[in-house]
């Protein structure tokens, strides 16, 4: 019997960023689908985009699979969560093979992943400008890391019959088996702008194309029968039961770390070079998060459509769960938040295409900790869902969409008044624009005293994060990791009360804490510390 840490699996990986890991993965996993296979999509890293391609690709909610963000023992269990009742699992990983969090060894890389999964890699490579030399740089690939199982390629951009003979002679002397060539053929629409591809949710017709297409020069160009072969080989995951929203918040937190001290720390100003590191951890002087007031009175949303990934989650209407998110409520209408016990309080999420970036574990453990989890779309919705009790607001591209979200002046007020009551608010980085009080000159909620705008510098990476005020999300000391990525800046970079002290690339403070807000550039994964989630829900129930 084929368990979901059993299930057949490949990880689809290649030596560098740009090899064509996105084509073929997607396009493995519509193929298979297409064979009437249940296919689990899985990103390694902390990417959103990728995992609305292979959603759309499968029919199955894409997840990510990053052991920096939540530890690599979480990685089996969040894998073998997604893969309940799948025949196949498809991975698809981050960057070059053995490219991981910088500093950090293996860490969070392809090659780390795949040894947790024990599962045989695909190396994509791009034969584009080489012939023998292939050999060489597969078999230095194969041979760095004994534990990492590379069980054959797939060459990308082979230009004629003759490069492709020279291609398969140079392997076939290597060991190294080819289970397919694609051909150098003119791109798939997949449109690129400052952060990578254009989310599915921006493009949905195009995308279905675009995946239909990859589909089809996988099918023709790649042997599947042997693929499939290769991933039934692949041995038991390690790591327990599959991981699971409800048991997941019966576990105890750890202990609150030391808080970084604020002294010397100017939240608008880098250290100068050479700078002395701040004075050791202590708890700062800061202002308390106030007692929230009541939440009578909250308006009624409309009906807008689930942003991808979270197609289940109720959005006013009754749609279907889809596979992959059982257990999300999906019921009617609810009523006006009391607090009477087991009354369960509406927690608005931003979706549609401005706010694309969600992992869907942060849902589910929403709806496991008693919330009635509703989508709203800030670009439609002149309102917040009927009853809501709390709102949560992730990233996405409101850089890309800030004349529309400024126009809702409804729903800024709506959002606006919420804050204003006290009402738990958790918002990540585009969150975090859309709370300010403008972004590139355009009103937004307003909040937050801060404004935003675009810039050059792409700040990306990831952070070891300590929470330095008590807030709707942790306890000052609580300890997450967490992942940046954009193209803007807010000033000021902190407020009184800041959410989250960094320790690197420099020490800093960052965030807002304000009342029931936290509000951060910081992107982070709630299955690496659940009780984000169950202290997020009591405090709509009891706010």
């Not at 969070?108 to 791009?126: E, G, I, M």
């Not at 106030?290 to 942003?307: I, K």
């Not at 009927?386 to 126009?407: H, K, Q, R, W």
Request: charged share 20%; with cysteine; glycine share 12%.
């Amino acid at each position: 019997m084929v368990t979901s840490s059993s299930v057949p699996r490949l990880v689809v990986a290649a030596p560098s960023s740009g090899s064509g890991k996105t084509t073929v993965a997607t396009g493995l996993m519509a193929a298979f689908a297409a064979r009437g296979l249940a296919v689990s999509p899985h990103k390694v890293g902390p990417d959103y985009i990728d995992p609305g391609y292979h959603a759309l690709a499968t029919g199955r909610v894409g997840r990510n699979l990053d052991a920096y963000l939540c530890g690599p023992e979480l990685v089996g269990p969040l894998f073998a969560h997604g893969a309940r009742g799948c025949d196949l699992a498809v991975v698809e990983g981050v960057m070059g093979l053995y490219d991981g969090a910088a500093g950090e060894g293996e860490l969070a890389s392809t090659a780390h992943v795949a040894k947790l999964l024990r599962a045989p890699v695909v190396l994509v490579v791009d034969a584009s400008s080489q012939s023998r030399s292939v050999a060489a740089l597969v078999h230095g690939f194969a041979s760095w890391d004994p534990e990492v199982r590379v069980g054959g390629v797939i060459l990308n951009k082979v230009g004629s019959d003759r490069h492709e003979e020279l291609l398969r002679e140079a392997l076939d002397s290597a060991g190294v088996p080819v289970f397919g060539v694609l051909r150098r053929v003119a791109r798939v629409d997949t449109p690129s702008r400052h952060l990578g591809l254009v989310p599915v949710a921006e493009r949905r017709g195009a995308a279905v194309d675009a995946v239909a297409a990859m589909a089809a020069q996988v099918s023709d160009g790649c042997d599947l029968e042997a693929l499939m072969g290769l991933a039934r080989g692949a041995g038991e995951v390690p790591g327990g039961a599959a991981w699971d929203a409800g048991a997941a918040l019966v576990s105890s937190p750890p202990p609150p770390l030391p808080v970084p001290s604020l002294q010397g720390v100017d939240p608008l100003r880098p250290p100068a070079s050479g700078a002395a590191a701040p004075a050791p951890p202590l708890r700062p002087e800061r202002p308390r998060p106030q007692t929230p007031d009541g939440l009578e009175g909250v308006r009624t949303g409309s009906r807008p459509q689930a942003p991808d990934g979270l197609e289940g989650v109720r959005t006013g209407s009754r749609p279907q769960t889809p596979d992959g998110l059982e257990g999300v409520r999906t019921g009617s209408r609810p009523q006006a938040p009391d607090r009477l016990e087991g009354v369960r309080p509406v927690v608005a999420v931003a979706g549609g295409a401005a706010f694309t970036f969600s992992y869907a574990e942060h849902a589910e453990l929403l709806a496991a900790a008693g919330a009635e989890v509703v989508v709203f779309d800030p670009l439609r919705d002149e309102e917040l869902p009927d009853g809501t009790c709390g709102l949560v607001i992730g990233g996405g591209f409101p850089e890309v969409y800030g004349a529309e979200l400024s126009a809702n002046e409804a729903l800024r007020k709506d959002v606006a008044a919420l804050a204003e009551r006290g009402a738990p608010v958790a918002a990540e980085c585009a969150g975090l624009l859309y709370l300010g009080r403008e972004l590139d000159g355009l009103a937004m909620c307003g909040v937050l005293d801060v404004t935003a705008r675009m810039s050059e510098r792409l700040t990306l990476g990831y952070r070891d994060a300590v929470a330095v005020s008590d807030s709707v999300l942790a306890v000052a000391g609580t300890r997450m990791r967490g992942h940046e990525f954009h193209r803007t800046v807010v000033e000021p970079g902190a407020g009184a009360a800041p959410a989250w002290g960094v320790r690197a690339p420099r020490p800093r403070v960052e965030g807002f804490v304000q009342r029931g807000v936290h509000a951060s550039y910081l992107h982070t994964h709630w299955a690496s510390e659940p009780g984000v989630a169950r202290r997020f829900v009591e405090r709509c129930r009891t706010s």
